[in-house]
């Protein structure tokens, strides 16, 4: 198990792509937010095992139907200290 944040460049504020993806993280009973970022972007970080890693990436890629993801960027955090009560939308 390992604490992923991914950075989503594209057309992903303003159609729905964060309530899409915390719908999907919440049936798949993950853990984790997802939140807007001031350029544009959107953050999410994930507590993922590694069988659902790939799952997750193509649920992040094909985003809302309105949206259009052009780009995602995946780190893992080495220390992460927060603590996630199931998947939640944050609003900064």
Do not use: C, H
């Amino acid at each position: 198990m390992e604490v992923y944040k991914f950075i989503i460049y594209g057309k992903v504020q303003g159609v729905y792509y964060r309530k899409f993806i915390a719908q999907k993280a919440m049936q798949k009973q993950l853990e984790g937010y997802i939140k807007n970022l001031s350029n544009g972007t959107v953050e999410v970080v994930a507590v993922l095992f590694d069988d659902d890693l790939e799952n997750f990436k193509a649920i992040l890629n094909e985003g809302s139907p309105l949206s259009f993801v052009e780009n995602i960027e995946m780190s893992i955090l080495d220390s992460d200290d927060l603590v996630y009560d199931g998947f939640e939308i944050r609003y900064s």
